[in-house]
C-alpha cells in the first residue's frame, strides 16, 4: 500500500496530513491524487465515507500553493461545486486544514444568506471558489465572479445535483470556462445520466472506481424493525433509552415530519437539533456545528445531511422513515462507520414502506427482514405534537376543533377538544337551532297572497323628446 509520501506531494501537504492523523491514503486517493497531479481529467466513483475529498483537495493546493506577490490581486484559480450548503462548508473546512501551512484564500459561496459580503470576498481577491450551483450562477450574473482564469473544476456528489435539478445551472457556469481546464467529477453512485454528463464535460477521462459502488459498508450493523406507523415516535424514544447510543442521525422523509420529531424528543427530555431546508442558513450551521462537537446527542434531519457530510465516530443512524431512493439508502448509512469505525443503522419500517424496502433488497443484494421487537409496549400517553399548534396548560394536546364548535365561556379556549362536560361537546346529529332574541319573527297572515307580476303597480317611465339616438336638438 503506498503512502502520502509516495503520492509526490509536497512537504507542506504531508505536514498538514501528519497534523490530521492520517496514517496512509484510501484507495479512492492513492489512485486520483497522481492523476490529477499530471493534469488529467478524472471520473471517480466509491463508497461513502471513503475521502474523496481529500483525492481531489490535495493535488489543487499543490497547484496553487507557492510565493505569492502580494501586490497582485489574487485571481480565482479553482472551482468546487457542491449540491448542499452544508456539503460545501464541509469542503472549505478540508481545505483550510489541508492548506494550513500554504498561502491559499478560500471562499465558500452559498445560498440562504446575504451575497453583499460574499461580493467583498470575491473583491479582495481569493484563490479557491467553493459553492452551491445556484449562486455561483447568481455571483457571475452580478459580474461579481469571473471564470477566466480557472484552471481546476471539480463537482462533488455530481449524482445528487442532477436530482435536485442543478445540471442546466453547471452546464452555464461550464461554458463561462473558457480556456483549457483541468476538470474532475466525483460521485457515490454513478447512474447512466451521469455518465452521460461525464461524456459531455470530460476530455479522455480516467476512470476510478473503488468497489461497486452499489456495495454498502461492512461494517454496518443493521436492525430492521417492523413498526406501525403511529408507533414510530413511541418506538424511537424507547430506543434512545438506550445508552449506547452515544449519538442519533435521524432522517425524516419531509421537513415537517423531521420539525414534529425533533418537538417531540425535546419534550421527553432529549438533546436534539434538527435540520431541514425551511430553516435559515444559520441555523442550519448552528444546528451542524453543535451536533458534531456532541453538544447534543440527537440531530433529526430530511436527506440534506444524507451526502457528504462527515461526523466523527457517529454510532448510529436511524431511519424514522425509510427513503424513497436506494441511492439516498446508500448515503443515508455512509454517516456511519467512517474512517474505519464501526457503526449502527435502525430501519423503522411500516406496512406501507415495505415496498421501499423490497427495492432496496434488490438494489444492495442485501436481505433486510422486518422483525417486530418484543420487547417493545406502545405507549399510548406519547401524542405527536403538531408543529404549527401549541402546548395546552393542561396538559393535554390541543386538537383542530370540528366544524360547529362552540367554546363555552373564556375557561374553554384553554381546554382540549373533548375535555370536559358532555354538554360542551359538539352535537353533529342535530340541527343547530338559532334564538332571535328581541326580534319578531316574520309570518305571513293566512289571508295574505302573494301578488304577480303583472298584478304590481308599474312605474310610469318620463317622456323623451329625441327617441332616436343620433337626433340632436335644434
Known amino acids: 500500500m503506498p503512502t502520502f509520501t509516495d503520492l509526490g506531494l509536497s512537504s507542506s501537504l504531508l505536514k498538514a496530513i501528519e497534523k490530521q492523523g492520517y496514517n496512509e491514503p484510501t484507495d479512492i486517493q492513492a489512485q ?14 466509491a463508497q461513502t465515507g471513503t475521502g474523496k475529498t481529500a483525492a481531489f483537495a490535495l493535488p489543487i493546493i499543490q497547484h496553487l500553493e507557492g510565493p505569492r506577490d502580494p501586490k497582485i490581486k489574487r485571481v480565482v484559480q479553482a472551482l468546487i461545486l457542491a449540491p448542499t450548503r452544508e456539503l460545501a462548508i464541509q469542503i472549505q473546512e478540508n481545505f483550510f486544514q489541508y492548506s494550513r501551512f500554504s498561502n491559499l484564500r478560500i471562499g465558500c459561496f452559498y445560498g440562504g444568506v446575504s451575497k453583499v459580503p460574499q461580493m467583498k470576498t470575491l473583491y479582495h481577491g481569493v484563490d479557491v471558489v467553493i459553492g452551491t450551483p445556484g449562486r455561483i450562477l447568481d455571483l457571475i450574473r452580478s459580474k461579481a465572479l469571473h471564470l477566466s482564469t480557472i484552471h481546476h473544476v471539480v463537482l462533488d456528489e455530481a449524482d445528487q445535483m442532477l436530482d435536485m435539478g442543478f445540471l442546466p445551472d453547471v452546464k452555464t457556469i461550464l461554458k463561462e470556462i473558457s480556456q483549457p481546464h483541468q476538470t ?23 476512470r476510478i472506481s473503488i468497489t461497486p459502488v ?8 443493521h436492525d430492521t424493525i417492523a413498526i406501525e406507523k ?9 430506543r434512545l433509552k438506550d445508552e449506547s447510543i452515544v449519538s442519533a442521525l435521524v432522517f425524516t422523509r419531509t421537513k415537517r415530519g423531521a420539525k414534529r420529531t425533533a418537538l417531540n424528543l425535546k419534550a421527553q427530555g432529549i438533546s436534539t437539533v434538527e435540520l431541514h431546508g425551511n430553516q435559515s442558513q444559520p441555523k442550519r450551521t448552528e444546528a451542524m456545528k453543535a451536533f458534531k462537537d456532541k453538544k447534543v446527542r440527537v440531530l433529526v434531519a430530511t436527506d440534506i445531511a444524507s451526502r457528504g457530510i462527515d461526523i466523527h465516530q457517529l454510532s448510529h443512524v436511524i431511519n424514522f422513515d425509510m427513503p424513497e431512493t436506494p441511492e439516498a439508502f446508500l448515503h443515508r448509512i455512509g454517516r456511519t462507520a467512517r474512517a474505519g469505525f464501526s457503526g449502527a443503522v435502525i430501519h423503522m419500517v411500516s406496512r406501507e414502506e415495505m415496498y421501499l424496502l423490497k427495492a432496496i433488497n434488490r438494489y444492495t443484494g442485501l436481505s433486510l427482514s422486518p422483525q417486530r421487537d418484543h420487547g417493545f409496549k406502545f405507549d399510548a400517553s406519547l401524542v405527536i405534537k403538531r408543529d404549527d399548534e401549541q402546548e395546552d396548560t393542561s396538559g393535554y394536546q390541543r386538537h383542530r ?16 377538544m373533548f375535555q370536559g362536560e358532555a354538554a360542551m361537546r359538539p352535537n353533529h346529529g342535530e340541527k343547530r337551532s338559532f334564538s332571535h332574541a328581541g326580534k319578531k319573527p316574520f309570518r305571513r297572515s ?12 308599474q312605474k310610469k317611465r318620463p317622456f323623451r323628446r329625441f327617441q332616436s339616438r343620433g337626433a340632436k336638438p335644434n
Open 32 to 45: 486520483a491524487i497522481p492523476l490529477l497531479l499530471a493534469n488529467k481529467d478524472v471520473l471517480g466513483s
Open 184 to 206: 474532475s467529477l466525483f460521485s457515490a453512485t454513478m447512474p447512466e445520466a451521469i455518465r452521460h454528463l461525464a461524456h459531455q464535460i470530460l476530455v479522455n477521462p480516467e
Open 214 to 221: 452499489e456495495e454498502p459498508v461492512d461494517r454496518i450493523q
Open 230 to 238: 403511529n408507533q414510530k415516535l413511541s418506538y424511537l424514544l424507547h
Open 401 to 416: 376543533r370540528p366544524k360547529g364548535y362552540r367554546a363555552q365561556g373564556q375557561d374553554a379556549l384553554s381546554r382540549p
Open 446 to 457: 293566512q289571508g295574505e297572497r302573494s301578488t304577480t307580476h303583472s298584478e304590481r303597480p
